[in-house]
C-alpha cells in the first residue's frame, strides 16, 4: 500500500481516539452536526507531525444498479459516502461505501467499471463486492491492490430475490464478508468534516444531469438533511425512508472514453477521479465554490474554498456526484 496512504490512516486514527476521549468528557453537549446529526463523518482535522501507522481497515464497497428497475435499491442509507458515476448509454451507477455500520443487505449488485480500480484504491485493501465484470476488465480487478468478491466464488453472501426479475435481483449480506464494520478510520477519502465555511449561496435543490439520467438533491429546514430524487422519483430504500445525506459533492471530472464496451457495444465511460478541479459543495442549506485534487491514486481529494481553506462537510453521509467538466 502507499506510504501516503498509510500515513492519513495513522493520523484520522489518532485524531479520532483524541476525539473520543474529549467527547466522553462531554456528554451531553450537541453534537455539530445538528439535530439530525447521525454520527457519521465525525473525522477531526488532520494534526500536522502526526505519523502513527495504526490499521484503519477494511471498507466495504458495493456497486449498486441504478436503472427504475433496480430500485427501491436496499442498504443505502447506512453508507458513509455513496458516487455517482456515468455509465454506458448515459446512464447511471452508484458506489456505496460501508465503514461506520453494515447493512443487513445491500443491493441490487451490479457489475464493476474500470475507473472503480482507481477511485478505490485510495483506500487499504477495500473489499468491493460486485456482480461481474467485461471479461477482459477481469484481469485488472484480479491485479488490483483490493478483495474482490463476487457471487460465484462468495454463494453465502449472496442470494437472488424474489421481487423483482433479474439482473435486478442480486443482494449481499456484508457480515458475511466483513463480521464487522472497520470504523470510521477506515474512510480514508481526504474528507473534513466541521463548522461551515464563511459565505457561499442560499440553495433549495439543484440538480445534475448525464445524458440518460439526474439526481436531484432538495434541502429539507426540518431534517436538516437533502432529500435526493433520481430521474425525477424520490429516493427511498426499501424499507420506505427517504435517502438524505448531510452533504452533496458535485465534483466536475473528465469522462473519457475507455478501451471496455458493453455487450451491446456502447463504450464504457471512464471517470477520472486523480487530478483537479471545480466542485461545489452543498450543505446545510448552502452551495459552496470550492476546488478538489488528488495527486495520485493513494491519496483521497481535498476540497477547498476559493481562498485556499478546508472545505469542510457536514456531518452525515456524503453523496459524490461526478459530472462531466
Not at 57 to 77: C, M, Y
Request: hydrophobic share 40%.
Amino acid at each position: 500500500m502507499g506510504q501516503k496512504a498509510r500515513m492519513r490512516r495513522g493520523v484520522m486514527t489518532a485524531a479520532l481516539l483524541a476525539a473520543a476521549v474529549t467527547g466522553s468528557l462531554m456528554t451531553g453537549c450537541t453534537a455539530g452536526g445538528g439535530p439530525a446529526d447521525d454520527g457519521r463523518g465525525r473525522h477531526p482535522e488532520q494534526t500536522p507531525g502526526q505519523t502513527q501507522t495504526a490499521s484503519a481497515g477494511q471498507v466495504l464497497a458495493v456497486k449498486i444498479d441504478n436503472v427504475s428497475a433496480a430500485r427501491p435499491q436496499t442498504g443505502l442509507g447506512e453508507a458513509d459516502v455513496i458516487y455517482a458515476e456515468q455509465v454506458e448509454g448515459g446512464l447511471s451507477r452508484l458506489m456505496a461505501v460501508y465503514a461506520t455500520a453494515l447493512p443487513k443487505a445491500v443491493g441490487p449488485v451490479r457489475s464493476a467499471r474500470e475507473s472503480d480500480l482507481e477511485l478505490l484504491h485510495q483506500f487499504d485493501d477495500p473489499t468491493l463486492a460486485f456482480s461481474g465484470a467485461q471479461h477482459k476488465l477481469l484481469p485488472l480487478i484480479d491485479e488490483a491492490p483490493l478483495r474482490a468478491v463476487r457471487p460465484e466464488e462468495n454463494s453465502d453472501a449472496y442470494y437472488r430475490g424474489s421481487d423483482r426479475a433479474a439482473p435486478h435481483n442480486l443482494y449481499l449480506r456484508p457480515q458475511k464478508l466483513m463480521g464487522s464494520a472497520p470504523g470510521a478510520s477506515a474512510l480514508t477519502t481526504g474528507f473534513r468534516f466541521g463548522a461551515a465555511p464563511a459565505g457561499g449561496t442560499a440553495e433549495n435543490t439543484r440538480t445534475v444531469r448525464f445524458p440518460s439520467a439526474r439526481f436531484t438533491f432538495t434541502w429539507s429546514a426540518e431534517r436538516q438533511r437533502w432529500l435526493v430524487s433520481m430521474d425525477g422519483t424520490q429516493t427511498v430504500s426499501a424499507d420506505g425512508k427517504a435517502v438524505a445525506p448531510a452533504t452533496v459533492v458535485v465534483q466536475y471530472v473528465k469522462v473519457r472514453t475507455s478501451k471496455f464496451h458493453d455487450v451491446l457495444g456502447n463504450n464504457t465511460p471512464y471517470t477520472e477521479t486523480v487530478g483537479s478541479g471545480k466542485a461545489q459543495v452543498l450543505r446545510d442549506g448552502r452551495a459552496f465554490d470550492a476546488e478538489w485534487t488528488r495527486p495520485s491514486a493513494t491519496d483521497g481529494t481535498d476540497f477547498t474554498t476559493a481562498d485556499g481553506k478546508p472545505m469542510n462537510f457536514a456531518n452525515g453521509q456524503v453523496w459524490v456526484v461526478f459530472a462531466k467538466a
